[in-house]
């Protein structure tokens, strides 16, 4: 449980940074301890502030397979979260507020609001250093990949771990 806060938080704070990199003046940030609390506020000039809750799904959790039963399709683990995630706030967005469920599968694949919520960013900083759409994109995805894969090993490594602490019966 602990290795998988560590992976959020590090997914969150990439998303603060680059956040902070498209210009936006004030951020707030609440690293999870409580679940009823978002993940991020993103405020930009002249826009509505953006509510940003971060979650990894695995595609191959029996609780997703059984909800979904059939049509699974390429990230469909992901597409069920943003719905779920979207529902659980509701109470949260508003005409004032706008909300990304930023969501990942833990074998790599974005969620379409995390993509067009990095596309929106990246195209700021693109504009405004003269930078190619594309190179600011594979750099924004290459830090998520890698603070998603950095938490799945040390996942793994502590689930491994336990394996080897725990008495076979």
């Not at 397979?65 to 979207?86: D, M, N, V, Y």
């Not at 109470?91 to 993509?115: C, T």
């Not at 090993?153 to 602490?165: M, P």
């Amino acid at each position: 449980k602990d290795a998988s806060l560590r992976r959020h938080n590090a997914i969150a704070e990439q998303l603060l940074l680059m956040s902070k990199a498209a210009g936006a003046f004030h951020t707030t940030w609440t690293p999870k301890f409580d679940q009823c609390q978002p993940d991020l506020e993103v405020f930009f000039p002249s826009q509505t502030p953006s509510i940003i809750e971060v979650s990894v799904i695995s595609p191959s959790c029996p609780s997703f397979i059984q909800s979904i039963k059939s049509h699974i399709f390429p990230r469909a683990a992901a597409k069920a979260r943003e719905a779920s995630k979207t529902n659980n706030y509701k109470h949260l967005i508003s005409h004032s507020r706008s909300f990304f469920p930023a969501v990942l599968e833990a074998y790599g694949s974005f969620g379409p609001q995390l993509e067009s919520l990095i596309h929106q960013w990246a195209f700021k900083i693109s504009v405004a250093s003269n930078t190619p759409l594309a190179r600011v994109l594979n750099n924004w995805r290459s830090s998520l990949s890698v603070a998603l894969h950095r938490g799945n090993a040390k996942i793994s490594f502590c689930l491994g771990t336990r394996a080897l602490i725990i008495p076979i019966p």
